[in-house]
């Protein structure tokens, strides 16, 4: 694990090689991504009638930066119902916290020169 990587929650190395080490695409899709995790996140409520559809958005999100594990809660969120919602916000947490280091540790390394 990369002292980058808190949880371990996104696997930078497959998203770095998908988008060709160009950190400015990177980070770009990194800020897209915690941007909706703020719309998805209130959405993931079990009374909200777009739960099941802002899940499925978040699975496939998650699967292109590397989430995996947040990826594979969401699968059992659709499988299972809502009960399975607090794990998803757990994932998305760790999820987002790793992104937040990432993104830090790079603005670091650009400083730096």
């Avoid at 947040?70 to 790793?98: N, S, Y």
Wanted: glycine letters at 10%; proline letters at 4%; charged letters at 25%.
């Amino acid at each position: 694990m990369a002292k980058r990587d808190i949880t371990g929650a996104v696997d930078f190395p497959y998203l770095e090689s998908f988008a060709a080490g160009d950190f400015g695409v990177i980070d770009e899709v990194l800020n897209l991504f915690r941007e909706q995790a703020t719309i998805w996140s209130r959405m993931l409520q079990p009374g909200d009638p777009g739960w099941s559809d802002a899940l499925h958005t978040i699975k496939g999100a998650a699967r292109g930066i590397g989430a995996n594990a947040l990826a594979d809660v969401c699968e059992r969120a659709e499988r299972d119902g809502t009960g399975v919602l607090p794990a998803v916000h757990a994932a998305l947490d760790a999820a987002l916290l790793d992104i937040a280091a990432y993104q830090h540790e790079q603005m670091l390394r650009s400083l730096k020169g």
